[in-house]
T-cell receptor, first 119, second 112 residues
Framework: AQKVTQAQTEISVVEKEDVTLDCVYETRDTTYYLFWYKQPPSGELVFLIRRNSFDEQNEISGRYSWNFQKSTSSFNFTITASQVVDSAVYFCALSPTETGGTSYGKLTFGQGTILTVHP | SQTIHQWPATLVQPVGSPLSLECTVEGTSNPNLYWYRQAAGRGLQLLFYSVGIGQISSEVPQNLSASRPQDRQFILSSKKLLLSDSGFYLC???????????FGDGTRLSIL
């Protein structure tokens, strides 16, 4: 069975602070994908990043960076110099890579971390 | 470019009434389609997925059903709503099972 744990239910920071959102996962699959999604107050889920379990290189995109450590089953997300517009619920998710047969790329989501950035 | 549409955005229904939520995708063909439910303050739970017309798989037993009458149309239904069906329903699509899923704006369903 797959499981994603986001232990931080809520985080509150002041604008320009750096913030790290933690994600720990469990899976028996040897290959898998990890994702981060953002859910702003309007409700839609916005895709941020997908990481293949083969690729442990950290990634940076503007103020966003992701630290994937397979040894600790973690895929943490850092926002540098946070802004009020970063306020949202952030979800970490996991799916197996499919190698054939009937498959559907099922996403297992964590419970989400509510990030509030104050001006 | 591809877009996904969900409607209605908000719905208030009495217990025991029927339900029909619609989701359509534009700009792609033969997408994988998904219905998720998000209860208040919780993560997302996959309800149904479809890899083609008429092909529906259910993840959890429940009061809801799904149908895919056309390639890019996915419908979530119920004959009789329960209080526990309240929540935020999200439709998603992907081009392939290994590709990211992209979500619609969601429907907030309140059961009275």
């Amino acid at each position: 069975a797959q499981k994603v744990t986001q232990a931080q239910t809520e985080i509150s920071v002041v604008e320009k602070e750096d913030v790290t959102l933690d994600c720990v996962y469990e899976t028996r699959d040897t290959t898998y994908y990890l994702f981060w999604y953002k859910q702003p107050p309007s409700g839609e889920l916005v895709f941020l990043i997908r990481r293949n379990s083969f690729d442990e290189q950290n990634e940076i995109s503007g103020r966003y960076s992701w630290n994937f450590q397979k040894s600790t089953s973690s895929f943490n997300f850092t926002i540098t110099a946070s802004q009020v517009v970063d306020s949202a619920v952030y979800f970490c998710a996991l799916s197996p890579t499919e190698t054939g047969g009937t498959s559907y790329g099922k996403l297992t989501f964590g419970q989400g971390t509510i990030l509030t950035v104050h001006p | 470019s591809q877009t996904i549409h969900q409607w209605p955005a908000t719905l208030v229904q009495p217990v025991g009434s029927p339900l029909s939520l619609e989701c359509t995708v534009e700009g792609t063909s033969n997408p994988n389609l998904y219905w998720y439910r998000q209860a208040a303050g919780r993560g997302l739970q996959l309800l149904f997925y479809s890899v083609g017309i008429g092909q529906i798989s259910s993840e959890v037993p429940q009061n809801l059903s799904a149908s895919r009458p056309q390639d890019r149309q996915f419908i979530l239904s119920s004959k009789k709503l329960l209080l526990s069906d309240s929540g935020f329903y999200l439709c998603a699509w992907s081009t392939d099972v290994n590709q990211p899923q992209h979500f619609g704006d969601g429907t907030r369903l309140s059961i009275l």
